[in-house]
């Protein structure tokens, strides 16, 4: 069984930057593919950005460019920095864990293990 606890989500002004960090319990992290995906009110939960257990990443179209993922297997964290944000950002943005897939995978329902969530709201 694998715990997942975002962190890191607030009130930003358009423009700033916020950094989200997952903290997980287990000790599969290492072997684990990790994501970030995102629900805005009255939406469908969206991919946002994806990394292997072997660093391979990806991100969504509308975030490439202002959003990086990364991981540090020393601290089973996996982190969201989020750059230039805009109105449109505004979400509750989930933590996921899957498997050791080979390639990122984009597919929520793929995903194994879900966290509470964190909301980022973005004030335009």
């Known amino acids: 069984q694998v715990q997942l606890v975002e962190s890191g989500g607030g009130l930003v002004q358009a423009g700033g930057s916020l950094k989200l960090s997952c903290a997980a319990s287990?000790?599969?992290?290492?072997?684990?593919?990790m994501a970030w995906f995102r629900q805005a009110p009255g939406k469908e939960r969206e991919f946002v950005a994806a990394?292997?257990?072997?660093?391979?990443?990806t991100l969504a179209d509308s975030v490439q460019g202002r959003f990086t993922i990364s991981r540090d297997n020393a601290k089973n964290t996996v982190y969201l920095q989020m750059n230039s944000l805009k109105s449109e950002d505004t979400a509750v943005y989930y933590c996921?864990?899957?498997?050791?897939?080979?390639?990122?995978?984009?597919?929520?329902?793929?995903?194994?293990?879900w966290g509470q969530g964190t909301q980022v709201t973005v004030s335009s």
């Open positions: 996921a864990a899957g498997r050791a897939w080979g390639t990122p995978v984009l597919r929520f329902n793929d995903y194994d293990y």
């Open positions: 287990g000790s599969t992290f290492s072997s684990s593919a």
């Open positions: 990394i292997t257990w072997s660093g391979g990443r």
